[in-house]
């Protein structure tokens, strides 16, 4: 799966924890907000547990392996975030029709600070 998004905001916190944690300086922080958000997910079934394991890499630097299992319409990921980006998340993708996703990613960070993301994604044809 690879995605694009658009960053409308990025809070006070936001910003500090690109700086501390990625490193990022004022202008890349300008530049991550100017440019499009990219990501790529490649998934599979673990064929003996039956799980869905995840490998994310995205556009700010961050890796994450994930481990999950569908339950409807909805899928429940656990990520472990390493790299830059280090901590853990949990996300839940809801189909809400065949052509539309909605996910909600809540985040823990190492010093034990959260953050929280919500995203709706729209299959282009």
Known sequence: MKG???????TPEQKQYLKETLHATDDEIQR????????LEIHTI???TGEIIGYMFDSLRCIAIGRGKREGNKEIMN?????????????????????????????????GS????KGEMTRKK
Do not use: N
Not at 86 to 108: H, W
């Open 114 to 117: 959260t953050m929280e993301d």
């Open 4 to 10: 694009e998004a658009e960053i409308i905001e990025i």
């Open 32 to 39: 991550f907000q100017s440019s499009a958000f990219k990501s």
């Open 46 to 48: 673990d064929p003996k």
């Open 79 to 111: 990520w472990q975030w390493s790299g830059t980006g280090k901590g853990t998340s949990i996300r839940i993708t809801e189909k809400v029709s065949e052509d539309k996703l909605i996910a909600t990613e809540k985040y823990t960070l190492p010093d």
